[in-house]
């Protein structure tokens, strides 16, 4: 049964058109994070969500956002999506601990 | 600042050979050591974790891992590849205690010949 769902699979959007992607878990853990892995790189850690509280990191752009109505839930807003953010964006969950359950990913194509 | 370095890139093994997978990785303190697996499509699996005790760690699908201090490696191995073991691998290493950011390296694919 799937735990960490994640929505649309695939998402195409045009240059600067917001988009969202959505994250769902079943697992009932209080930490959730997203990450960004372009093509060949590393996953790199966006922000991530300690129950409610909401951590950016230092690097992530401005134009990145997330929101978190409950622990089930978790959504990746894109506010005007560059080329350069065309990847894999995968949201993951730990019980306080390790990234353990990764989604499957929703690949970003910017047009 | 914690990092982690995956020297190979690509690795082609035949079927029911064993496998070697090499992990270097920088980190001040006692490391906490992850190994991931990524299908074609999917989202990553954890594999296995080390952050104390015995340094030879067993995972999960046949996988295990051996951490040397000394050499700052956790490299994974298995002793015979199965044809669904093809897949990228990533090695990460993250701070002990609390909930961890962990760090990734940049990958290295396993293709599996018959």
């Known amino acids: 049964d799937a735990m960490v769902i994640q929505n649309p699979r695939y998402q195409v959007t045009q240059f600067g058109k917001p988009v969202t992607l959505s994250c769902s878990q079943t697992?009932?853990?209080?930490?959730m994070y997203w990450y960004q892995q372009k093509s060949s790189q590393a996953p790199k850690l966006l922000f991530h969500?300690?129950?409610?509280?909401?951590?950016n990191e230092a690097d992530t752009p401005d134009n990145f956002q997330s929101r978190r109505p409950n622990t089930s839930f978790c959504f990746l807003d894109i506010r005007s999506p560059g080329l350069g953010d065309a990847a894999m964006y995968l949201c993951a969950t730990s019980l306080s601990g390790t990234p353990a359950y990764f989604g499957p990913g929703t690949r970003l194509t910017v047009l | 600042a914690q990092s982690v370095t995956q020297p190979d890139i690509h690795i082609t093994v035949s079927e029911g050979a064993s496998l070697e997978l090499r992990c270097n990785y920088s980190y001040g303190a006692t490391p906490y050591l992850f190994w991931y697996v990524q299908s074609p499509g999917q989202g990553l699996q954890l594999l296995l974790k080390y952050f104390s005790g015995d340094t030879l760690v067993q995972g999960i699908k046949g996988f295990e891992a051996e951490f040397k201090r000394s050499q700052s490696s956790f490299n994974l191995r298995k002793p015979s590849v199965h044809w669904s073991d093809a897949a990228e691998y990533f090695c990460?290493?993250?701070?002990?205690?609390?909930?961890?950011?962990?760090?990734f390296g940049i990958g290295t694919k396993l293709q599996v010949i018959p």
């Open positions: 969500y300690y129950d409610k509280d909401f951590n």
């Open positions: 697992l009932n853990h209080n930490v």
């Open positions: 990460a290493v993250g701070p002990l205690g609390g909930y961890q950011k962990v760090t």
